[in-house]
């Protein structure tokens, strides 16, 4: 392949993902895409559901980029005026594209350090418990949506602000077989931000909200059948978006400290074992594609008061598998309802933590 080619080459430090770099190709790669609107969603079923565009400068300019290339990979691509997102957070001209920045009007702060900051190695945390956050994108909707992009217009230096991925499919082939065993056929209850279901606000206390039908708390697979690869993947959150009053898994001893939450905890600790994750530290005009099928992610904390961070990122749906098959879009109020009708203040908090 010639030097003027793009060229698939595996992410760099990752054990999942390929890497596309678009520098003085990204004429050539929007060429590509549109003539063969597979070929992209080919990569990412290449990488495990981690696809890296590195050095896309044009979307900066051009945002509308950004959404064409969303359309490469389902059929529908959100328009987050029509969902109940603050208009601080809806890009200005593409309804399309989600802004998350700790800048005004956004003004999002970022996740908090782990405490310790650093593992006894002196490493970045990853694996869970001592890293929080963890989550695949509202996966209290049924049904779940299946694509983001996410991309870096302005990021803080290396060593700060990265964006965590763990890969669902090695996960769940690295569990054990008795463990594999019991969590066949078994649901995870996820939860809406916001409605006092987190385990923080389960164990202080918190009195929870009376939902509305379109915010019930959603039963979700264990492991997904990714309708595309047909392979099992572990697919669940864990503190943040998860239902710890009712939950966090269907049918076991509900609560922070019951049986659920034990075997959640225990899974959550093996998926986001080092050697399936991967810390994506930032470029200006880097890309990023995943597939919150089979991954989940994770942001980070970054110096807010010393950098700037302007991020945009858009949510593809359309194919979530057969099991979805003819279900109404559990999160559209009926006429007359608000969505976030009674809902806390702190509603959005993990949903933009990317």
């Not at 328009?79 to 957070?89: E, F, G």
């Not at 990021?155 to 763990?166: E, K, S, Y």
């Not at 858009?314 to 003819?326: H, I, K």
């Amino acid at each position: 392949m010639g030097n003027d080619e793009l060229k698939l080459q595996s992410v760099p430090g990752s054990p999942f993902g390929v890497m596309l770099d678009a520098a003085n190709r990204e004429n050539q790669l929007l060429d590509r895409a549109a003539a063969n609107p597979d070929w992209l969603s080919g990569c990412l079923k290449q990488g495990n559901g981690l696809l890296v565009i590195r050095r896309m400068a044009a979307i900066a300019d051009r945002p509308e980029i950004l959404v064409s290339l969303s359309h490469q990979f389902g059929s529908e691509v959100e328009n987050y005026r029509n969902t109940p997102t603050p208009a601080t957070m809806i890009h200005e001209s593409q309804a399309q594209i989600l802004v998350i920045s700790n800048l005004p009007p956004c003004e999002r702060q970022p996740p908090l350090r782990p405490d310790p900051p650093v593992t006894e190695s002196n490493t970045l945390p990853v694996q869970f418990p001592h890293r929080i956050g963890w989550h695949t994108d509202q996966s209290f909707r049924r049904p779940p949506p299946d694509i983001s992009l996410f991309y870096g217009v302005i990021v803080p230096p290396h060593g700060q602000g990265q964006t965590l991925f763990a890969d669902g499919y090695a996960a769940y082939q690295g569990l054990p077989d008795e463990l594999k065993k019991q969590i066949e056929g078994v649901n995870g209850l996820h939860a809406l931000l916001g409605t006092g279901r987190t385990k923080a606000a389960v164990r202080s206390g918190v009195k929870p909200m009376k939902l509305q039908p379109h915010q019930a708390s959603q039963l979700q697979p264990l492991v997904r059948i990714h309708p595309i690869t047909r392979r099992p993947a572990l697919y669940l959150c864990e503190y943040g978006q998860m239902d710890w009053l009712d939950g966090p898994i269907a049918g076991m001893e509900p609560g922070p400290d019951g049986e659920g939450a034990r075997l959640l905890h225990r899974l959550m600790t093996h998926y986001t074992r080092e050697d399936y994750t991967y810390s994506h530290e930032w470029n200006t005009a880097d890309l990023v594609i995943y597939d919150n099928r089979c991954l989940v992610h994770c942001g980070t904390w970054f110096d807010a008061e010393r950098y700037d961070r302007l991020m945009w990122r858009t949510t593809v749906m359309g194919n979530p598998g057969p099991e979805y098959a003819g279900e109404e879009k559990s999160w559209i109020p009926a006429s007359g309802q608000g969505y976030l009708d009674g809902l806390g203040d702190g509603r959005w908090d993990n949903l933009t933590r990317s």
